[in-house]
């Protein structure tokens, strides 16, 4: 099985709500924020791709099969990558590359000096919310705790790869572009259904690199650029026409 080409799409990641995807515990202390987000070494907040993956595997597979799969056959595991022990069949290499999101420059610039919508953020890069626990029957309010989160309005800058090793991998593409959009409607993160983890895919470009690509001058083709909305990238036939022509699967 040859590598055909790679499909890519590069963009923002905004936060629609706030976003709490847990970090380390080890730096707790009496009256701070039990729960905190996952930093990098330099103390700055980031979606993990394997948060944004797993997530999207998920709700491909409830949507799909009904629950989730680790069969080593189908085109989820072939997308999104099984155990070698679990192959059945030679579906190559894992599809899909996700890659981790950082927050972006003009977010951090925005919240390091407290201009425009984060002019009163609590801390560097994130806000504190206080949670309890209500007894429904009165009323009374029980173990107060607070989380950290990514405050709403945050954008991360996120890169995906799409290997294309056969035909029915432009098919595969177009079911994760459906896993994107489903995403959009969900959550990632923590507490979601309290409203946390909300989030859009926006400015992000589309490109495509064959083969021949990196023998040549290793510059991509460009499918279609600044698309703020997934659901019309999937109507659109004339990229999926091009990427198809590009990568010569037709």
């Not at 709500?17 to 847990?22: D, P, R, V």
């Not at 491909?60 to 192959?87: H, P, T, W, Y």
């Not at 003009?106 to 390091?112: G, H, L, N």
């Not at 996120?158 to 035909?167: A, C, D, G, S, T």
Request: charged share 30%; hydrophobic share 35%.
């Amino acid at each position: 099985m040859k590598l055909m080409g790679k499909i890519f799409i590069e963009g923002k990641i905004k936060t629609l709500t706030g976003l709490s995807i847990g970090g380390s515990k080890t730096d707790t202390v009496i009256g701070g924020i039990d729960k905190s987000v996952i930093k990098t070494s330099e103390g700055v907040p980031f979606i993990p791709g394997s948060s944004i993956k797993g997530k999207m595997r998920s709700l491909l597979e409830i949507s799909e099969r009904g629950d989730l799969c680790d069969c080593g056959e189908c085109d989820i595991c072939a997308i999104f990558g099984v155990g070698a022990n679990k192959r059945k069949k030679n579906l190559g290499p894992t599809r899909l590359i996700v890659r981790d999101a950082h927050l972006s420059e003009e977010t951090k610039e925005q919240m390091e000096n407290k201009i425009g919508i984060f002019k009163n953020l609590e801390l560097i890069y994130t806000e504190g919310k206080w949670e309890n626990v209500i007894d429904r029957k009165t009323s009374a309010a029980s173990n107060p705790r607070q989380t950290e989160r990514v405050p709403a309005g945050a954008k991360f800058d996120f890169n995906i790869v799409f290997n294309v090793f056969e035909q029915v991998d432009i098919d595969r593409f177009y079911q994760l572009l459906s896993a994107m959009i489903m995403l959009e409607d969900d959550y990632i993160g923590g507490s979601g259904s309290r409203g946390y983890g909300r989030i859009k895919f926006i400015d992000f470009d589309i490109k495509v690199k064959a083969i021949a690509d990196y023998r040549g001058d290793n510059l991509p083709f460009i499918l279609s650029e600044n698309i703020s909305n997934l659901s019309e990238l999937v109507k659109d036939m004339e990229i999926k026409d091009n990427m198809i022509k590009h990568l010569g699967v037709e």
